[in-house]
């Protein structure tokens, strides 16, 4: 009887310890409503994986042609493991837009009245090269039959990687490209750009309303949204080779409860509340994705290679969960 605990107990130690960097199911907490409860719960830090391959199981890919090319699991010389993602000109191209693409997402899900909290780790490499357009490495969707709009939240860089903006739409027309009047009513955004060797706040939007400039605040006679800039007006600035640390909190509401909650290494760089569903179409599912998602060269000549580093992507249902895990 004694040699058979012993046996139990040794294969559920290996066991524990074969799945303990694995990717993971992360329980809800029993104080979370189970009706707003997030769509996914789950924990991948790519630790379990072989270097050179990659298996996404778990998710899809954003394929246009290209596959698990882009995808490859690296390590650092201190053993850790991450998902390196590639994109080339030509990649996965666009269907409405000249685009090209390298991403990966969470299974498409219903995500309305849903609260959903999440983060993930960035590098980009020593030798990375910022072009003078946009790039993005994150964002939340939701998906509509024929949709032609911004996600509820990007995170982009633009003008070779001096502006940081963060954002995007609330509603509006699914099947209708983007344009001044809808996003007057439906986009809030902030930007930041790089100042003094510091991410410097430049502007915030809301909903229905015109972008706010940050540096009318900086004057003795400050127009009064000065007030309400409620987020970080200068940030550090990360080296390239250094990881980034990205937490984000979402309710997607047609009322006045949703928010969009954005964390850069903490810090807090978008703090939207109130209606983050207001669409006219056919919904049908939402996703969180990661990659690298950018215009195409207009010359035609094509943008330099681009790779970004990925690793501890975790999506629950409430923040407190996820600073567990990526504190």
């Given at each position: 009887?004694?040699?058979?605990?012993?046996?139990?107990?040794?294969?559920?130690?290996?066991?524990?310890?074969?799945?303990?960097?694995?990717?993971?199911?992360?329980?809800?907490?029993?104080?979370?409503?189970?009706?707003?409860?997030?769509?996914?719960?789950?924990?991948?830090?790519?630790?379990?994986?072989?270097?050179?391959?990659?298996?996404?199981?778990?998710?899809?890919?954003?394929?246009?042609?290209?596959?698990?090319k882009p995808f490859k699991i690296k390590q650092d010389t201190d053993g850790n493991k991450?998902?390196?993602?590639?994109?080339?000109?030509?990649?996965?191209?666009?269907?409405?837009?000249?685009?090209?693409?390298?991403?990966?997402?969470?299974?498409?899900?219903?995500?309305?009245?849903?609260?959903?909290?999440?983060?993930?780790?960035?590098?980009?490499?020593?030798?990375?090269?910022?072009?003078?357009?946009?790039?993005?490495?994150?964002?939340?969707?939701?998906n509509f039959d024929n949709m032609k709009k911004s996600p509820l939240m990007g995170i982009?860089?633009?003008?070779?990687?001096?502006?940081?903006?963060?954002?995007?739409?609330?509603?509006?027309?699914?099947?209708?490209?983007?344009?001044?009047?809808?996003?007057?009513?439906?986009?809030?955004?902030?930007?930041?750009?790089?100042?003094?060797?510091?991410?410097?706040?430049?502007?915030?939007?809301?909903?229905?309303?015109?972008?706010?400039?940050?540096?009318?605040?900086?004057g003795e006679q400050e127009p009064e949204y000065c007030k309400n800039f409620n987020i970080?007006?200068?940030?550090?600035?990360?080296?390239?080779?250094?990881?980034?640390?990205?937490?984000?909190?979402?309710?997607?509401?047609?009322?006045?409860?949703?928010?969009?909650?954005?964390?850069?290494?903490?810090?807090?760089?978008?703090?939207?509340?109130?209606?983050?569903?207001?669409?006219?179409?056919?919904?049908?599912?939402?996703?969180?994705?990661?990659?690298?998602?950018?215009?195409?060269?207009?010359?035609?000549?094509?943008?330099?290679?681009?790779?970004?580093?990925?690793?501890?992507?975790?999506?629950?249902?409430?923040?407190?969960?996820?600073?567990?895990?990526?504190?």
């Amino acid at each position: 009887m004694k040699k058979l605990s012993l046996f139990i107990s040794l294969v559920l130690i290996i066991f524990s310890i074969n799945n303990l960097n694995a990717w993971e199911k992360v329980p809800v907490p029993d104080y979370i409503d189970k009706k707003t409860k997030s769509p996914w719960n789950f924990y991948e830090n790519f630790e379990d994986q072989k270097i050179g391959k990659i298996k996404l199981n778990k998710f899809d890919i954003n394929d246009k042609g290209k596959g698990k090319k882009p995808f490859k699991i690296k390590q650092d010389t201190d053993g850790n493991k991450f998902l390196e993602i590639t994109v080339k000109h030509g990649w996965n191209k666009g269907k409405y837009y000249k685009t090209e693409r390298s991403e990966f997402q969470t299974k498409g899900k219903r995500a309305l009245n849903k609260e959903i909290w999440y983060g993930f780790k960035l590098r980009f490499p020593k030798d990375f090269k910022h072009i003078n357009d946009r790039v993005l490495i994150n964002q939340f969707k939701n998906n509509f039959d024929n949709m032609k709009k911004s996600p509820l939240m990007g995170i982009r860089f633009y003008e070779d990687g001096n502006t940081l903006d963060i954002g995007g739409e609330t509603g509006g027309i699914a099947t209708k490209k983007w344009n001044k009047e809808e996003n007057k009513k439906h986009g809030i955004r902030v930007r930041y750009f790089k100042k003094n060797k510091n991410w410097n706040l430049l502007e915030v939007k809301t909903r229905g309303e015109d972008k706010k400039k940050a540096w009318k605040c900086e004057g003795e006679q400050e127009p009064e949204y000065c007030k309400n800039f409620n987020i970080e007006k200068i940030l550090d600035i990360k080296e390239l080779g250094d990881w980034t640390t990205f937490k984000v909190g979402i309710k997607n509401s047609k009322k006045n409860d949703g928010f969009v909650k954005v964390f850069k290494d903490d810090k807090l760089i978008m703090n939207y509340n109130g209606i983050t569903f207001d669409w006219s179409g056919s919904y049908y599912s939402s996703h969180i994705r990661l990659g690298i998602y950018r215009d195409s060269d207009p010359s035609g000549a094509g943008y330099p290679d681009q790779v970004a580093h990925f690793d501890d992507f975790i999506v629950v249902s409430d923040k407190k969960t996820l600073d567990k895990y990526l504190d």
